[in-house]
């Protein structure tokens, strides 16, 4: 099947205002058509059915001899959309009698301001779909949501909320990184030193670190604090304990 299918030109979802980007490859031979390929499903040529697998090994393949050169299409999607992109996910968390939750996170990617999160045990449609409401009521504006491909997220018609929806490809966090990343820094910088027992613990935890997270720890991504606030250029040097001392905040006090 490989021989038949190497030699047909292999489209590529940008994902982007640009539209489709059509890759050629050499030798076309006596083909002479242009078939459509999509990472995300199937192609149908000659009432054969192409895994999208298959796809993705013949563009490896394709790169490697260098017939295709990487387009960037995922950095220019997010180029484009870099004003209005915000990206969620969800991150298990795990109390010392086998409860799990499930936090929610939206992040805010030009910021690096987390502006939603929540705290369930069913992640269900009905739980995302009120959560998106109380999202979309905040940020009015044109805005672009990134979510993975889990069921709670595909589900979910986000035109209806004036949102672009963009799912990400299978098996590929890093199209997600922002938010993959930010889960990490909870888990190490809060939730891994102390030994949970309640949803209200959790809750606490979580919400005094995201506190801390948006308005007082500063950034390397953008080298600023996210929602910081004008903090006085003189006076006596304080300090302020973030979760029990875990972290501190220190600032200048005129008083």
Request: glycine share 6%; hydrophobic share 40%.
């Amino acid at each position: 099947m490989l021989p038949l299918v190497q030699p047909l030109v292999l489209l590529i979802d940008n994902d982007s205002e640009a539209g489709h980007d059509l890759l050629p490859i050499q030798h076309l031979g006596d083909v002479g058509k242009r078939v459509d390929f999509h990472r995300e499903g199937c192609a149908d040529v000659f009432n054969i059915d192409i895994h999208y697998t298959t796809v993705n090994r013949i563009i490896s393949t394709f790169r490697k001899k260098g017939l295709i050169q990487p387009n960037g299409s995922w950095k220019r999607f997010l180029k484009i959309h870099w004003d209005s992109l915000f990206a969620m996910d969800f991150m298990t968390i795990d109390t010392l009698f086998g409860k799990r939750f499930y936090l929610l996170i939206i992040l805010e990617l030009k910021t690096r301001k987390i502006v939603r999160f929540d705290l369930t045990e069913n992640p269900c449609r009905e739980f995302m779909k009120q959560r998106i409401e109380l999202f979309a009521e905040d940020f009015e504006e044109k805005k672009t949501l990134i979510y993975d491909n889990a069921l709670q997220f595909t589900s979910i018609d986000y035109s209806w909320y004036g949102i672009k929806g963009v799912n990400i490809c299978t098996a590929a966090p890093n199209m997600n990184a922002y938010v993959e990343s930010l889960n990490g820094t909870i888990r190490r910088e809060a939730l891994d030193h102390f030994l949970l027992f309640s949803e209200k613990q959790v809750r606490n935890i979580v919400s005094e670190f995201i506190e801390y997270y948006n308005t007082k720890r500063m950034h390397q991504g953008i080298d600023k604090i996210p929602d910081a606030e004008i903090l006085e250029s003189s006076g006596v040097i304080k300090k302020m304990k973030i979760l029990s001392g875990l972290h501190h905040h220190y600032y200048r006090s005129s008083a």
